[in-house]
Structure formats: structure tokens, C-alpha cells
């Protein structure tokens, strides 16, 4: 049973420490938001759900949080158009696209 114990929470410590920053801080996405998603995400451009329409981010929403974050990350093809990874800028870190998509949430709910 100890054993079962510490291999358990070795598997959560593994898993915790390789998924990214999924909870995002919206008030600090704001800027990375501006900068490098506003492009598409501010008009609509490219197919992008616009911020602000919630019924267009209601598709999004209903698959989670994480999941928009992670595809926020990798990028994805998707019915509309074509999301780039980071938005385009690889320089960004995944905890500055995490916040970026909170932000984008924050004001589309
Ligand atoms: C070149 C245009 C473009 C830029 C720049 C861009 N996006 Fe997008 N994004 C898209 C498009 C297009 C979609 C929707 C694709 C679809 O649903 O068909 C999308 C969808 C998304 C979604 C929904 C994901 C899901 O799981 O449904 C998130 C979150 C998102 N973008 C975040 C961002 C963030 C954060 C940035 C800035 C770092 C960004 N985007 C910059 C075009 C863009």
C-alpha cells in the first residue's frame, strides 16, 4: 500500500511538472494580447473567434480552459481558419499565451 502510495504520487508529481501553465492570469495577458492576438482576435480576421462575441467563444469554452491553452500553444487547423502556434511568435512563453487566452476569455463571457 506505500509503495502503491509513493508510485501514485510520483505519477502526479511527473504529470504536474510536464504539462504547462495552464491557469492563466488574464490581467497580465492583456499586453501579450494587444501585441500578438489582437491582429486576428480584435476583428475576426483569418476566421479568429472575436473577443467580445461570446457566442462565437461559446464553441471554444465548452471544451475547457486547458484545452484552448493547449491549442492556443501547438496551434490547430480548425473550421474557420487556421490558428498559428503562439499566434505567430514563438518567442512567447506558454505561461504569456495561458494568460493571453484568460484575458481573451475574460472578456468574452
Ligand atoms: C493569424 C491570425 C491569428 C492570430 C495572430 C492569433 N489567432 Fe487565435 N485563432 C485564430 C483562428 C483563425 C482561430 C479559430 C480557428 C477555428 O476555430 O476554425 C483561433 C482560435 C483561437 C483560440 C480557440 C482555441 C480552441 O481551442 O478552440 C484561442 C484560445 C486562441 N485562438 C488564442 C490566441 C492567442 C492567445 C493569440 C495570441 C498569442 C492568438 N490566438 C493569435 C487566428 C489567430
Not at 497580465?28 to 501585441?35: E, F, I, L, R, T
Not at 491553452?69 to 487547423?77: D, T, Y
Amino acid at each position: 500500500m506505500r509503495r502503491f502510495l509513493t508510485i501514485a504520487s510520483a505519477v502526479t508529481l511527473t504529470m504536474a511538472l510536464a504539462s504547462p501553465a495552464v491557469a492563466g492570469d488574464a490581467k497580465k495577458g492583456q499586453g501579450v494580447y494587444m501585441n500578438f492576438c489582437a491582429p486576428c482576435h480584435a476583428t475576426g480576421a483569418a476566421g479568429a473567434p472575436k473577443v467580445g462575441d461570446k457566442a462565437a467563444w461559446a464553441a471554444h469554452l465548452k471544451h475547457g480552459e486547458k484545452h484552448m491553452v493547449e491549442r492556443a500553444i501547438k496551434g490547430f487547423q480548425g473550421e474557420k481558419g487556421f490558428m498559428p502556434p503562439r499566434g505567430g511568435n514563438s518567442a512567447l512563453s506558454d505561461a504569456e499565451v495561458a494568460n493571453a487566452v484568460a484575458y481573451m476569455i475574460s472578456q468574452s463571457k
